[in-house]
């Protein structure tokens, strides 16, 4: 399958771009957790850099590497989620422990679809940016994790 890189990493960055506007209704939903929240809306800010980066490197090329034919729809889907996600941000209805599990649900999404792992590359600059991706998504999913355990029962 023949696609463009720009396709495919510009959908990753919009992804991780959305996921860090997601992070930032957060912060500013839950001012007393802000800081939780605005780091990790840094940390997908420069996700998103990173990504749109290698996308403006390798503009207008093909991508040859074999990859998943569902990887457009898995992209896809990530960020309809994302966008209902940040839409249920600006209710006043939302609640901090389902913003937890929403976060929760995103960071193990990426990991259990394996969303960086799409191209099996030679290209050693692409794959250690993926894997250094792959390394602090799943920092994110243990940081959640551990945020829950240490604050115990969630009280919204």
């Known amino acids: 399958m023949n696609i463009k890189k720009t396709s495919l990493l510009g959908h990753f960055s919009a992804n991780e771009n959305k996921i860090s506007v997601l992070y930032a209704a957060?912060?500013?939903?839950?001012?007393?957790?802000?800081?939780?929240?605005?780091?990790?809306a840094k940390d997908e800010k420069r996700h998103s850099t990173l990504l749109s980066e290698l996308d403006e490197r390798f503009n207008n090329e093909i991508l040859a590497w074999p990859i998943s034919e569902n990887a457009?729809?898995?992209l896809s889907y990530i960020g309809q989620f994302?966008?209902?996600c940040i839409m249920q941000a600006q209710s006043e209805s939302l609640k901090f422990s389902e913003a937890v599990n929403n976060?929760?649900?995103?960071?193990?999404s990426m990991i259990e679809k394996k969303n960086f792992d799409i191209f099996p590359t030679a290209n050693e600059e692409v794959k250690k940016v993926l894997e250094k991706l792959n390394r602090e998504t799943e920092g994110h999913r243990l940081c959640l994790e551990k945020y829950v355990t240490d604050i115990g029962q969630i009280f919204d």
């Open 72 to 74: 457009p729809a898995i």
């Open 26 to 40: 957060y912060s500013e939903k839950f001012p007393e957790r802000s800081d939780f929240w605005k780091r990790l």
């Open 82 to 84: 994302l966008d209902d």
């Open 103 to 108: 976060a929760l649900s995103v960071e193990q």
